[in-house]
């Protein structure tokens, strides 16, 4: 078993303000993954008792209904964490975690979890204020696809992305590997519509357009539009 550094572990909200020594103890009880593109950590359905911290890399959380279309959920990034809901609750993973860029990613098992917890019980209060946050994003996001038209489902997708810090600074803003079709799935709109909308936000200056890339210019742009202001 490979350790972690404990400045490193010590960024991630799971271990805010845990005291040196619960990090170090959390080292300890990490088991490191090694993954490459396109391979799954689990998959929707499977039963898991542990959860993951990304060191590095990026994972795709997402669902792929009966006709085989795919909706995001998020992309995950260093620091952030995954797999908590059926450590918490037991039943079957809610979503696919599938890693998009090579990651190296740590799992906590149920029981080395809760020998943390007993002894340094701000885990367990890190890791219910993660899920409360998810929580809201979904409510934020369930509150657009309602009753967002095509422009603000798109805008929001790719501010969300945004924020997940997802691709690559450059210059002019934030180069984002997607193709229409995952704009599409993001937002839950046709492919077709996703293309119709990009061609105006680029109109709009609000994104640029690359091979298989989306750059965000303007995410104050997308938000005024998000928000109809
Ligand atoms: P779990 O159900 O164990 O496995 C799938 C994981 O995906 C889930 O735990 C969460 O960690 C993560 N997940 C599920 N839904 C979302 C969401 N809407 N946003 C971010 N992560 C999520």
Known sequence: MMKVGPAHLAQSPLFDGVPSEGVEIAEQALRMLVFEPGQTVFEAGDRGHALYLIESGRVKISHTNLDDREKVLAYLNAGEVFG???????????????VVEPAVIH??????????????PQVAHNLARIIAHRLREMNHEVEVLTF????????????K???HRYGEATPRGRRM???HREVADLAGT?????????????????VGSGSRAIEVLDPAGLENVLYDL
């Open 190 to 206: 046709s492919r077709e519509t996703a293309t119709r909308v990009l061609g105006q936000f680029i109109e709009m200056g609000l």
């Open 84 to 98: 908590e809901m059926s450590l918490v609750d037991d039943a079957p993973r809610s979503a696919t975690a599938t």
């Open 161 to 163: 992305l945004y924020r």
């Open 107 to 120: 799992a906590l098992y149920l029981e080395e979890y809760w020998g943390l917890v007993r002894r340094f």
């Open 148 to 159: 967002e038209e095509a422009r603000g489902k798109v805008a929001y997708a790719l501010l």
């Open 177 to 179: 590997p997607l193709t």
